[in-house]
């Protein structure tokens, strides 16, 4: 038995060919998927013999062994279960332990912090590269557990080595709160513990509120520091500077659900003569409310924030436009312009985080999720329990697909709508600064017949590529959109794109789709 845990998991997603019948394009990735199993099975085995090679450590034969990883997923600590393999080594110098750690830093592996233990008689360090994760666990040799009495002996210890594939993400993350308490403590020279926050306003990419020290010993003191606002950036959250006002900035995105009410601040000074005019779609939102609220210690001529509340009234993209001007002055242009975009989600929708990819989009709450069960497939559709009408795949992050059905019980249409990288295939790997347009004729060409000549639409803010394929004899109609997000290639694909209730269900997605 082994006494502790190593994990080495390992990851090798599909890679899913260009199929237009929805049919042929299942059977395809099902039939990858099969092979894949058995190259990630042998993956696994190669890094545990070069392990050992590379450590000149004459570990025991490999055997099966249950593997618990831990993720911290925002505010939440997770416990993933993997199932893999393991050998061990007994009674060698604690230099084999280093010359482990050496091997594991030497091949890219970097420590976790959340699966790392320590103690006077043993412990646990675990390393992560991607999704392939180390756990390294030793034990003094002539241990106990059964016994009273102390170790005597300090110079052996055994090893244990374990290795198992994650089905699932295990990428760990900080909550929005937790980052910007380490952006601050960072600043103020004092631990996150010493930061509190008082959050007015959150969205995916935007945090606003008031903060206070508590430790004296920080820079600058204890005690309330004012307002603050934080934007999420493509390296993490960052602080916006003082110059900002902690106004948050143009363009902002805010999420809302339906019959929900925010809130937008903005600077503002009436004795100026300026004001802010207000544009927006009143189809999905209803302003409710606007007010000015001066400073605490009021100074003549200075200006203060005005408070805009809204109400979300049913899901949607809608823009918010404010203006800073005079009313009576017609001819001049404002001094100042912001622009919020705002996305309601429905109530009865939920969302799905692609952490490896970093984008997400809203789906019905009442999809399974993972693989359709089997035993839905048992009946014909218009048969089936509602459960067995819905579900979302993630099982591999590169291809997440969503399978449902539209319409009535007695009249359903299916709809397939997935979003799909490869990780294998060059042309899913197009060089920086390339050419979307020229980069789909010269490698998709043999797919799509019709390939726009210009950008024809985009992905929350990212251009795109939108191509249309008619029905056929052979298949369903179908839609692809292709986007580069950090330097990778995505498509988006939707079947029976020509259905109304399709259509509606698609956009509805789109909508959501966040990157």
């Known amino acids: 038995m082994f006494k502790t845990i190593i994990v080495i998991l390992v990851s090798i997603a599909a890679v899913v060919g260009i199929s237009y019948a929805a049919h042929q394009y299942y059977e395809y990735y099902t039939f990858l998927n099969e092979i894949e199993e058995v190259e990630v099975e042998q993956g696994v085995a190669d890094i545990l013999e070069n392990l050992k090679q590379g450590t000149d450590i004459e570990f025991s034969a490999l055997q099966s062994v249950e593997i618990k990883w831990v993720v911290k997923r925002g505010k939440d600590m997770t416990d993933v279960i993997i199932q893999g393999q393991g050998f061990e080594v007994k009674e060698v110098a604690d230099e084999k332990l280093n010359a482990i750690k050496e091997f594991l830093e030497g091949n890219g592996f970097e420590l976790d912090i959340y699966n790392v233990a320590s103690g006077t008689i043993g412990g646990l360090e675990g390393f992560r590269k991607g999704r392939i994760v180390v756990s390294v666990g030793y034990i003094l040799s ?35 709160e937790e980052a910007v308490k380490k952006l601050f403590a960072e600043k103020y020279q004092t631990k996150s513990s010493a930061i509190a926050l008082d959050i007015s306003q959150e969205t995916v990419n935007h945090i606003k509120g008031t903060i206070k020290v ?25 602080i916006m500077e003082d110059s900002v006002k902690y106004n948050f900035s143009d363009d902002i995105n805010i999420e809302s659900k339906e019959n929900d009410k925010f809130f937008i601040v903005l600077n503002s000074n009436p004795t100026t003569g300026f004001q802010w ?13 606007r007010q000015f609220s001066a400073p605490q210690e009021p100074i003549p001529g200075a200006g203060g924030d005005e408070v805009f509340s809204f109400l979300a009234l049913k899901q949607g993209s809608a823009k918010i436009t404010f203006s800073y001007l005079r009313p009576w002055e017609k001819d ?48 014909p559709p218009e048969e089936r329990s509602d459960e067995c009408l819905c579900y979302l795949n993630a099982t591999d992050v590169n291809s997440v697909s969503l399978g449902t059905y539209t319409g009535e019980k007695e009249n359903l249409t299916g709809a397939s709508f997935v979003v799909f990288h490869s990780i294998y295939v060059d042309r899913y790997s197009p060089p920086a600064d ?4 020229e980069w789909l004729k010269e490698n998709f ?3 799509h017949q019709d390939i726009p000549d210009e950008i024809n639409t985009e992905i929350d803010g990212i251009p795109a590529v939108r191509i249309y394929t008619p029905f056929s004899g052979m298949a369903y109609s179908q839609e692809d959109i292709y ?3 950090d330097g990778k290639l995505f498509k988006i694909s939707m079947l029976d794109v020509d259905d109304e209730n399709n259509r509606k269900l698609y956009d509805q997605i789109l909508a959501s789709f966040e990157n």
């Open 445 to 447: 060409f043999y797919s």
């Open 277 to 289: 005019e207000v544009d927006f779609n009143s189809d999905y939102l209803q302003m409710t409310d």
């Open 214 to 238: 508590l430790d004296e010993f920080a820079q600058g003191g204890a005690g309330d520091k004012g307002a603050f606002a934080a934007g999420r950036a493509d390296n993490g959250w960052q």
């Open 332 to 379: 001049k242009p404002a001094i100042e312009e912001k622009v919020y975009s705002v996305t309601i989600k429905s109530n009865d929708w939920q969302t799905y985080q692609n952490e490896e990819h970093g984008y997400s989009f809203d789906y019905p709450a009442d999809c399974l999720y993972g693989p359709l069960p089997g035993y839905c497939k048992l009946s």
């Open 434 to 437: 390339t050419d979307l347009i």
């Open 142 to 176: 002539n241990f106990d557990p059964e016994s009273k009495e102390a170790p005597t002996q300090f110079d052996k210890i055994d090893i244990v080595v374990k290795c198992g594939k994650s089905d699932i993400p295990i990428v760990s993350f900080d909550s929005a």
């Open 483 to 485: 986007f580069v997000k």
